[in-house]
């Protein structure tokens, strides 16, 4: 019997330099941003799938901040870096993102981007999914949709369309499942040759489903979230925001929380997705699992983890499960 596919541990995904090995310089660098010396570091975070620095540094005065310092030998992650620190001013007013306290750009050791925000501690949802995270989840969707248009305006993002437009080889990735000149995954969920065929009609007809003006995140996973001990779900890692419809974020949490069991019924009926059809959701979901397996065998990026490819791998036989869930596919698999 071929075995499942695996679960992704979302916060064993990365691995990370140790911060007294990158250059003074970043230290240094760290010190100014903060206004406080740097007195010492903990161990990098295990999540996300890149190699930069990401984690928690104490500084002298007492106070502990949360660096992200990238070289030029992973040139999408300074991009990232630089992204995130023009987004972040926009959103002061959200309260689940964090606060930024600065970025610089240091010259030694070839060129680092150096990131400083206000730590923010909580732990990972998802390990499994519970009933309390998921409210709090949705708390934290239903605000990041209800930014107010100015802001959204202001921040001078791209569109959910756009960003989707991009991805041109995800419908292709499922029309060959389809015709079956490409097999699916080993342990993956396999829908029958119709239904499969269904996923290709509904990936198509993607960027007609993502139209809106609100606010996206745009990559929610359970390792861009943490739940602090008062409940509140806070939001990481803000590169990638983009303008779409309210009901996006939240959708893109549902294959997971529907793996563990997560009855998602309240969550349908949210008035997130008022105006959203059931086949604009299948849509964005048939989207994603080709926009998942359609290089799923390549190396993974410079300076990302083979976990990237898990990741791809989990999200995809899950996002399918859901799919059959709501669409009544039989599966094999």
């Known amino acids: 019997m071929t075995p499942p596919v695996p679960e992704v541990d979302y916060g064993r995904t990365s691995r990370r330099p140790a911060f007294d090995t990158l250059p003074v310089a970043v230290s240094d660098a760290v010190a100014a ?31 502990t901040v949360f660096v992200k310092a990238a070289g030029s030998s992973t040139p999408h992650l300074l991009r990232a ?41 909580g732990t990972r949802p998802g390990n499994p999914w519970t009933p309390q995270d998921v409210a709090a989840a949705y708390a934290a969707c239903r605000e990041i949709a209800a930014t107010p248009a100015p802001v959204v305006q202001g921040l001078g993002l791209a ?10 080889a995800s419908v292709p990735a499922l029309r060959r499942l389809a015709e079956g000149s490409q097999p699916w995954p080993q342990g993956h969920a396999v829908p029958d040759r119709a239904a499969t065929a269904e996923m290709v009609r509904l990936a198509s007809r993607v960027l ?89 065998d390549a190396p993974p990026p410079p300076g990302c983890t083979e976990a990237l490819r898990a990741h791809a791998l989990f999200f995809s036989d899950t996002t399918t499960r859901l799919l059959a869930h709501r669409r009544g596919w039989s599966l094999t698999g």
Do not use: K, Y
Not at 37 to 61: C, E, I, K, T
Not at 87 to 96: A, D, V
């Open 33 to 63: 941003v903060a206004g406080s010396a740097v007195a010492g570091a903990h161990a990098p975070v295990g999540s996300g799938f890149g190699g930069a620095f990401a984690g928690a540094v104490d500084l002298a005065d007492g106070r």
């Open 81 to 121: 870096l630089r992204r995130e620190s023009e987004l972040l001013p926009g959103l002061t007013g959200l309260t689940c993102a964090p606060r930024m306290l600065g970025l610089a750009d240091v010259e030694a050791g070839g060129g680092w981007r150096v990131l400083v925000l206000d730590l923010v501690e």
């Open 159 to 168: 569109t959910v369309r756009d960003e989707l437009a991009g991805a041109t």
């Open 208 to 296: 007609d489903a993502v139209h809106g003006d609100t606010l996206t995140h745009l990559d929610l996973r359970p390792d861009n979230l943490l739940r602090e001990p008062d409940g509140r779900m806070r939001v990481i890692d803000w590169n990638q925001a983009a303008v779409g419809p309210a009901w996006f974020d939240l959708v893109t949490l549902w294959p997971l929380m529907h793996h563990h069991g997560i009855d998602l019924t309240d969550l349908e009926r949210s008035p997130l997705l008022e105006d959203a059809a059931d086949d604009d959701v299948d849509a964005v979901l048939a989207f994603l699992v080709g926009f998942m397996l359609e290089d799923l």
